[in-house]
C-alpha cells in the first residue's frame, strides 16, 4: 500500500451567543475541541454508505488505483493544518498527483463532503465553522512541498509513522507517550520509540513534549469506520491501544492488544468465548466468520472497544477439529 498526504491551511469563524458576534476561528480554539471537530469531519466524509473516494472521477489511472481518502487534522510545530490521506494500491505519475491537488481543493472550496463547512461545532466557546479553504492564502502541498513550506524535517503523519485510534485525542504529553510507546515498539520501532522519550524528556514544557511526541505517531478517533468489519480486518487496519470486548452469536470474546497483533499475524489466540473465566483457543479462520454491528466505548477514559458481531454465514460444520480449539457455535 502506498500512501500520498496532501496539506492546507485552516480558516474558521467561532459563534459567541452571549455576545452574538463572530470571531475569526484561532489554532488556541481548534486545539482545545480537535475531538469534537475530528467526529464531524468522520461524519461527513462517510454518509450513506459513501466514502469521498466514491466521487473521484478525474483521471481513470489514479481512480483504478485508489483504496481510501481521508480529510484530517495534522497539528506541525503547534499550528493545526488540513491533511488530506490518499492510500493507493500503486504509484501515479504527475498528472495523477496534480488531478488528485486540484480534486481536494475543488472538494474543500465547496465546503467538503456533506457540508462539514456549514456545520457549527457546539463547544463551550461557542459554535465553531471549520474550513478547509481560504481564497487569499490557500495552498495545497504535497509531502515534501509541506516540508520546504514548514520548515520541518517530520510531519506527525509521515508514512512511517504508525496510527493509534483511540476513542479521544491524548490531551497530555505523558498520556500521548504511553500509548506512543506501545505503538512504536509494536510496529517494531523500539530504537523510535526510546528516541521519541529521550526527546520529549529534553523539552522545558509538557506543550512542547506533546509536539514531539506527535512527530511519531499519528491519533485518529475511531467512529464509523469499523462497523461491517471482521476481527481479522480490525487488527489489520487499526492499531488499538487495548484491545476489544466483542458480543458474538457465540458469545464474549475478549481479545487484549497483544491479541490483536497475534489476529495480525494469522495466529490462533487465547479467549474468553461464552463462559465468563474460561479461555479457549480460537482459531484464526473463526475470527474472520464475524462482521461488527455496533460498539461503544468501555469506559470514559478506556479505549477498549465493546462490540457486537453478527455473523455473515452458517459454519458449515461446528465440530471440534483440533484438540484444544474450539469452532464457533450459532446461538
Request: glycine letters at 6%.
Given at each position: ?58 483521471n ?40 488528485l ?30 474550513s ?25 503523519n ?71 468489519l ?40 487465547h ?28 469506559g ?32
Amino acid at each position: 500500500m502506498l500512501r500520498k498526504n496532501f496539506y492546507f491551511p485552516l480558516t474558521g469563524t467561532i459563534y459567541d451567543k452571549d455576545e452574538g458576534e463572530e470571531y475569526p476561528l484561532s489554532n488556541y480554539h481548534i486545539r482545545d475541541n480537535i475531538d469534537a471537530i475530528i467526529r464531524q469531519l468522520d461524519k461527513d466524509q462517510h454518509y450513506d454508505n459513501t466514502t469521498m473516494m466514491d466521487y473521484f472521477d478525474d483521471n481513470p489511472d489514479v481512480k483504478s488505483k485508489l483504496e481510501s481518502i481521508e480529510w484530517k487534522l495534522v497539528n506541525v510545530n503547534g499550528t493545526y493544518y488540513g491533511c488530506v490521506e490518499v492510500e493507493l494500491s500503486a504509484e501515479i505519475d504527475e498528472e495523477g498527483v496534480n488531478d488528485l491537488k486540484e480534486w481536494i481543493t475543488g472538494q474543500n472550496s465547496d465546503g467538503l463532503g456533506e457540508g462539514f463547512e456549514q456545520h457549527e461545532i457546539c463547544t463551550d466557546d461557542g459554535d465553531i465553522y471549520v474550513s478547509m479553504w481560504d481564497f487569499n492564502d490557500y495552498f495545497i502541498d504535497t509531502e515534501s512541498e509541506f516540508k520546504t513550506r514548514t520548515g520541518v524535517d517530520r510531519l506527525p503523519n509521515e508514512n512511517t509513522n504508525p496510527v493509534c485510534y483511540v476513542r479521544n485525542i491524548p490531551k497530555s504529553a505523558f498520556e500521548a507517550m504511553n500509548k506512543a510507546v506501545w505503538a512504536l515498539i509494536n510496529k517494531g520501532m523500539r530504537d523510535e520509540a526510546t528516541e521519541m522519550c529521550l526527546r520529549a524528556a529534553l523539552n522545558n514544557n509538557e506543550q512542547a513534549a506533546h509536539q514531539t511526541v506527535l512527530q511519531y505517531v499519528q491519533y485518529q478517533v475511531v467512529d464509523n469506520k469499523m462497523k461491517g468489519l471482521s476481527i481479522p480486518e480490525i487488527a489489520d487496519r487499526y492499531l488499538l491501544i487495548d484491545g476489544i470486548e466483542a458480543m458474538t452469536p457465540s458469545g464474549y470474546i475478549d481479545l487484549s492488544a497483544a491479541d490483536l497483533v497475534k489476529v495480525r499475524n494469522h495466529e490462533s489466540v487465547h479467549a474468553h468465548l461464552g463462559e465468563t473465566g474460561t479461555e479457549h483457543i480460537i482459531p484464526y479462520d473463526e475470527l474472520c466468520n464475524y462482521r461488527i454491528q455496533d460498539f461503544v466505548w468501555k469506559g470514559e477514559n478506556d479505549n477498549t472497544l465493546n462490540a457486537l458481531f453478527v455473523d455473515d454465514f452458517v459454519p458449515e460444520s461446528t465440530e471440534q477439529t483440533e484438540p484444544g480449539n474450539v469452532s464457533v457455535q450459532e446461538m
